[in-house]
């Protein structure tokens, strides 16, 4: 550790320097808890820059908004602080272009299908999200043996912020060139089918080891060109991969599948990645990690060892400097030795954080900081400490019934240490929706207590406060005990993964014309509803209406229509579709719309048809109803 640098920043102690990027300083670091972080401080010269802190502050808030389960979060942040930092999970990890450029060559197909179902997952939460990434390319990409996961936010933008496309305010073109959309060279406005153009170029990479459109080295504006108007270059791709890279590069936005459709259609295989990549991801993440093991100061450790930074996808040999007391790094590498090496700093040197690819972890399976660090078997950790009878999803009814619930939540735990964040809770009641993350405090046979919490999801936006502390205790394989304060209710084991929403529900879904009306006025009067398949904390209920404007002094029907269209985040899927309150689709929403509560959707059958009755949350009226297109 040099001069300059601090023992901590926040509540991290650093215990070296991972490298120094354009932004600022990034350091290696342990939490209170004992979880190995990134922590990147800001050079005190940008930070004195208004405009950079703003951009600083937003890059932060794109993670904060990706957030939840599949992602490294935020750990801390301080935007307004001298100089301002951000500690987000460390990631060891190579990247994809390390991997295929420097190491390993072009991946099988098999890999490249999973790689396409990861990415894909990891997109469809960055879009839900409300942004765009706007910058995805091999170095952005971090392979580990759980899956891919999807780096550098700093560019990330709202979606309904995105009218300037891939422009700054200064004009000039944001995005790598050789991975980049036609909208986005064009400078259009960008949705979430220009990330899917560039997961295309990115999987082709994957596949053949060259970008579809060529490289910069050819010109800048000559690729941009090509982006544009030619035909990809797909030489060298396996024929059972032609269709999906070729349906993401369709010139048009609309012609792309979403990422749900390419996430669904593509399995993921055990392990994804060949038996070279993953034995020598294993060693090289192992040596990074060494200082998780001996970090304290108190013993010799083995060191970290040699890092090689990426800063945008430039690696170049950066020693790890050692804080005062933490293990020296070892001699000697190699350059062949340290690329692997390169995508686990790439995280945090990169201009933001990760979102892991695959979005349901398997039950049990080791986390990055799990790993333990050092050759001792005392300095080996275990992988988690949360009994296998509490792993999985549980929902429960705060108010209400089970079959007219007017308050629910949710809570999905996964393996892990005390001090991480190894439960995802979804709390819904008739006006918002609240999605966080709840730290595991202790663990045993029978109890289970969560903590501290930081909120991922709110519908509306700001109007959810971190959970309290939630305690389970085991009464059956099914049936768990939860309290929270002075609120205790009963668990049951509800169903997670990717497609959780009941076949039944899926679907679309139309309201019958009042009995009353004539066939012409009905004409005039549509209401709809959308059902897909996905995860929870997904927007999968997308409601659409259009009806006659009326006088406002006579409420009667004028000339003109009105047209509204929402989506709802699902936010339990035990024996009811509970979904949070609507989100305005600003493409479709005219001044006469409103938003509704949140709701719950079940199916039966009426007259020999299958029927929609959508629920108000906190209401017992009369359902909405509807009937199968």
Known sequence: MLGEDPAAVGPFRLLGRLGVGGMGRVYLARSAGGRTVAVKVVHGELAAQDEFRRRFAREVEALRRVGGTGTTPVLGADTDAEPPWVAIGYVPGPSLRAVVADEHGPLPPESVRSLAAGLARALGHVHSAGLVHRDLKPSNILLTVDGPRLIDFGIARAVDTVTDGGLTSTGAVVGSPGFMSPEQVRGEKLTSASDIFCLGSVLAYAATGRSPFGTADSGVHATMFRIAHDEPDLEGLPDELQGLVRACLAKSPGDRPSAEEIASAHPVADPWLPAGVLAALGRHAARILDTDGAGDGSGDGTGVGTAVGAVSGEAADTPVTPVPGAPRPP?????????????????????????????????????????????????????????????????????????????????????????????????????????????????????????????????????CTPAAHQTLTFRSPDVLDWTSGAVTTAFRRAKTGPDIVPASLVGHWKAPAFAEMSKKDAERYDYRVTVTQGPVGAPLVRFEQTFPKRDEETGAPVAGTVHCASTAVVGAAGSLLVVGPTTRDPDAWDPECAESPASNLRVDRYQGKERLLVYGMGSDGEPGEFFRL
């Open 331 to 463: 001699r000697g590498g190699g350059r062949r030795r340290t690329a692997f090496v390169a995508g686990a700093v790439a995280l945090v040197l990169a201009a933001a954080g990760a979102l892991t690819a695959t979005y349901w972890p398997k039950d049990g399976r080791q986390s990055p900081e799990g790993k333990g660090g050092g050759s001792s078997s005392s300095s080996a950790k275990p992988a988690g400490v949360v009994p296998a009878a509490f792993i999985g999803a549980w929902e429960g009814v705060l108010k209400g019934t089970a079959d007219i619930p007017h308050e629910t939540v949710r809570i999905e735990i996964t393996q892990g240490r005390t001090g991480a964040k190894t439960a995802v809770y979804t709390h819904i009641t008739g006006e918002r929706l609240c999605m966080g993350r709840a730290t595991l405090v202790s663990a045993d046979e029978n109890r289970i207590v969560f903590g501290e919490s930081d909120v991922t999801t709110s519908v509306p936006a700001t109007r």
